[in-house]
Antibody, heavy 121, light 108 residues
């Protein structure tokens, strides 16, 4: 059974950075890719980017290019999302999601529980 | 990027009724790479349908997807109490993958 367990709630100040983790279990980690999707309060879902652990290759939405870094550690079967230069509009629940393909195909079979990131001065 | 517009924003129905949700794309989702997710309050989304009409593992057959090109539909044949939730469509044809704004199915 696939489980994606994310790190806990974060409160950050504008201009700082946040790094959220997502540990996968019950899967052969390198056989899949992982993406990060966020959801601002009362809003829809927004794909930020993804990583292919087998090669370490990443793909980002242009909106977040230069501000987000997604990585994967095969030794701990954990994926990370770091977002820098935080602003109030980045307040959202951040989800990691498993793609059933080793490449970033954009379909999400399994999701983490979500991590609330609040950006406030 | 492909913009997805879902309608209606809210659907008020009674258990046992049929729900029809629409998702319209700003350009053709040419490979039919359109998914539907269900999201309940405080929970992560759950994949229901991929490739426009393929039910995910464990999804009841009262859920069905249809459509092609720019117009897609999710139908719930007979609403059960556990089906009242928000439904999101998503295209994964052209990056960046994008989602609609969601349709809330609420109890009338």
């Amino acid at each position: 059974q696939v489980q994606l367990v994310q790190s806990g709630t974060e409160v950050k100040t504008p201009g700082s950075s946040v790094k959220v983790s997502c540990k996968a279990s019950g899967v052969v980690f390198s056989s899949f890719s992982f993406s990060w999707v966020r959801q601002a309060p009362g809003q829809g879902l927004e794909w930020m980017g993804g990583v292919m652990p087998i090669f370490g290759t990443t793909k980002y939405a242009q909106k977040f290019q230069g501000r987000v870094t997604i990585s994967a550690d095969k030794s701990t079967t954990t994926t990370y999302m770091e977002l820098s230069s935080l602003r109030s509009e980045d307040t959202a629940v951040y989800y990691c999601a498993r793609d059933p393909n080793y490449y970033i195909s954009g379909i999400f079979d399994d999701w983490g529980q979500g991590t609330l990131v609040t950006v406030s001065s | 990027e492909i913009v997805l517009t879902q309608s209606p924003g809210t659907l008020s129905l009674s258990p046992g009724e049929r729900a029809t949700l629409s998702c319209r794309a700003s350009q053709s989702v040419s490979r039919g790479y359109l998914a539907w997710y269900q999201q309940k309050p405080g929970q992560a989304p759950r994949l229901l349908i991929s490739a426009a009409f393929n039910r995910a593992t464990g999804v009841p057959d009262r859920f069905s997807g249809s459509g092609s090109g720019t117009d897609f539909t999710l139908t719930i044949s007979r609403l059960q109490p556990e089906d009242f939730a928000v439904y999101h469509c998503q295209q994964y044809d052209i990056s960046p993958w994008t989602f609609g704004q969601g349709t809330k199915v609420e109890i009338k």
